[in-house]
Structures are given as C-alpha cells and as structure tokens.
T-cell receptor
C-alpha cells in the first residue's frame, strides 16, 4: 500500500542522547515535511524539503536537523534531546504543486526523560 | 492574533446530530482550504479540499468557505460514532511550495 512509513512508532529517550526519526515515502512526492504535534499547540512545522537535495526551516527548527539525500527518505535528527522535545512527530509528503494535499504518516511518539 | 483560529472544543454530540466545525483566519491571501480528520494515534488524513467561496459536498460532509468573512466551516450530517476524531482546518496561499497553516484542531465525540 502506497504511503509514508515512520519509524520507530514510539521511543523513550534520555536527555542528551542523539536520535534519528526515520521517514520513507513510496509515492515519489517531491516535497516532504516534519511536524510536531503538541496538546494545545496543534501541528507545527519543523523542517521541510521541496525537492531532493534541498531543505528549509519551518516554524520550530531549533534542536532539529534534516537531510534529503534522495526522493524517498527524509530523516529528522535530534542532536542532543531535551525534555521539551517530547511530542508526537509526523512526517508528511506532497507532490509539491499548489493544489496538492499533504499525506501524513502515523507518527512517532517521543518521550525525552 | 493567530493566522488561523479554530473553536477549541472538545465537542460531544448524540448520534444523528448535525455538527458544525468552524475556523476563522486573518490572512486574506489564503486561497486553498482543507479539512483533515485525525483518529486517535493516527496521522491526519485529508477529508475535504476547496479553493473557492461556496459549498462543497461529499456524502454527509459539506465544506463551506466565506472569503469575505474569512470563515470556513465543516458540516457533518447524521453524525456517527465513527466520526469521533480530531478535525483540523488548514489553509495555504497560492504559489508553488506554499506551506499549510493549520488550526489547532477540535476533538469531536459522537455518543451512540
């Protein structure tokens, strides 16, 4: 089934540790996104990539980095996790034109202790 | 003022009720309007997509856009327990690679 796969589905991480959240899509979409979702704050854009080889900062990029080496994969790295990064992280993709909707994965629930 | 404001909820209705979910926005450049539905522990999924003022109907769901008032609504007729979810409005400006701006979402519970 075509879509977005995120891994892991959940993780408990000690503060200060490094963590990479994985995201793979098989729809050959040009654009990919990382959001975090927090109660009372909604979905907030962390980083995005309009096409392979390019990335950009969203609304809340601090403490996170991304890379886009190819069309299908868009990993999100927390270099040194802090408790405020406890959240549910969603990866999404679209084919990049102005009328295309976002397709979301089922998220990674991250707890930083 | 936030660019997109959504009624905070939560909202609980009996089965069969008509539900009205609403968002207001401040950026008159928004041209494309969406409603996403998110079930518990799942990612959001697109429910309705409109790009003009007026109504769009899809089964029991109707999306309404009033650009003059900067107001969008989602109506659910004959609501079912399976409609229990969080509903997020989202919108974007015209132009390639424009980003979606989301409302915070409202959680709906339909009681059998």
């Amino acid at each position: 089934i075509a879509g977005i796969t995120q891994a892991p589905t959940s993780q408990i991480l000690a503060a200060g540790r490094r963590m990479t959240l994985r995201c793979t899509q098989d729809m050959r979409h040009n654009a990919m996104y990382w959001y975090r979702q927090d109660l009372g704050l909604g979905l907030r854009l962390i980083h995005y990539s309009n096409t392979a080889g390019t990335t950009g900062k969203g609304e809340v990029p601090d403490g996170y980095s991304v890379s886009r080496a190819n069309t299908d994969d868009f990993p999100l790295t927390l270099a040194s996790a802090v408790p405020s990064q406890t959240s549910v992280y969603f990866c999404a993709s679209s084919d990049g034109n102005r009328v295309s909707p976002l397709h979301f994965g089922n998220g990674t629930r991250l707890t930083v202790t | 003022q936030k660019e997109v404001e959504q009624d905070p909820g939560p909202l609980s209705v009996p089965e069969g009720a008509i539900v009205s979910l609403n968002c207001t926005y401040s950026n008159s450049a928004f041209q494309y309007f969406m409603w996403y539905r998110q079930y518990s522990r799942k990612g959001p999924e697109l429910l309705m997509y409109t790009y003009s003022s007026g109504n769009k109907e899809d089964g029991r769901f109707t999306a309404q856009v009033d650009k003059s008032s900067k107001y969008i609504s989602l109506f659910i007729r004959d609501s079912q327990p399976s409609d229990s979810a969080t509903y997020l409005c989202a919108m974007r400006v015209a132009g390639a690679n424009s980003k979606l701006t989301f409302g915070k979402g409202i959680t709906l519970s339909v009681r059998p």
